[in-house]
């Protein structure tokens, strides 16, 4: 490099004719792999500012209609997109409403599958946790809301206190106190302190050394 920016100029023009007649098609190669590039992200990026602007809509269009159809859209066109999730979440919750369980926990266990592959806490993935074990724990299916929470490393307040109803009506009772208990450590909420600290007052059977 020294030598090229000491040479004249005609020594530099020989220079690069002579490396534009060796590497001339690595060259053309790595300018066409550029503008390729440049071209794919950015219609990458205007493909997926157009599809968050439909999805989006079609939400909102879903919620102020309270209508299937723009719903059942979403989940068609768009099945894996996170308004789809908000959807299917609010369809489950319509269903159990009405007394149709089991499309309530197949809703809720397709959120939970959409989910499932972030290693952080995913407020989806949680809030659909939550309503299943709710549910089994209405039908008293004790084993299937520990199957369901024991899936995540992270419990809030309010999945402990779901394990440790869970516990409860398996006769579990002591770990059901330690569910309560980190329920209680992670529970902000007054009136939801009272609740845990009343069930682990209730607890029976366990066995206090």
């Known amino acids: 490099m020294a030598n090229f920016f000491s040479a004249s100029q005609e020594e530099q023009q020989e220079i690069l004719l002579t490396l534009w007649n060796k590497f001339r098609y690595l060259i053309i190669a790595a300018l066409i792999?550029?503008?390729?590039?440049?071209?794919?992200?950015?219609?990458?990026?205007?493909?997926?500012?157009?599809?968050?602007?439909?999805t989006a809509t079609l939400y909102q269009n879903y919620l102020e209609s309270?209508?299937?159809?723009?719903?059942?859209?979403?989940?068609?066109l768009y099945p894996n997109s996170i308004y789809a999730d908000f959807v299917r979440l609010n369809e489950a919750k319509k269903s159990f409403q009405i007394g149709d369980?089991?499309?309530?926990?197949s809703l809720l266990e397709k959120v939970l599958d959409n989910n499932s592959s972030n290693n952080q806490f995913n407020p989806l993935h949680a809030s659909a946790q939550i309503r299943?074990?709710?549910?089994?724990?209405?039908?008293?299916?004790?084993d299937s809301v520990?199957?369901?929470?024991?899936?995540?490393?992270?419990?809030?307040?309010?999945?402990?206190?779901l394990k440790g109803d869970a516990e409860n009506g398996l006769?579990?009772?002591?770990?059901?106190?330690?569910?309560y208990m980190l329920a209680l450590q992670n529970s902000t909420n007054q009136?939801?302190?009272?609740?845990?600290?009343?069930?682990?007052?209730?607890?029976?059977?366990?066995?206090?050394?």
């Open 33 to 54: 792999s550029v503008v390729l590039f440049i071209l794919g992200r950015d219609y990458f990026v205007d493909s997926s500012n157009e599809k968050d602007l439909l």
């Open 66 to 76: 309270d209508g299937r159809g723009n719903g059942e859209k979403l989940l068609e």
């Open 101 to 105: 369980k089991d499309k309530a926990i």
């Open 132 to 142: 299943l074990a709710k549910i089994y724990l209405e039908n008293e299916k004790y």
């Open 146 to 161: 520990l199957m369901v929470l024991d899936s995540s490393e992270d419990l809030t307040s309010t999945m402990y206190e």
């Open 171 to 179: 006769k579990e009772y002591q770990s059901a106190r330690m569910s």
């Open 191 to 209: 009136a939801s302190r009272a609740l845990i600290n009343m069930k682990i007052s209730d607890l029976e059977g366990e066995v206090l050394e």
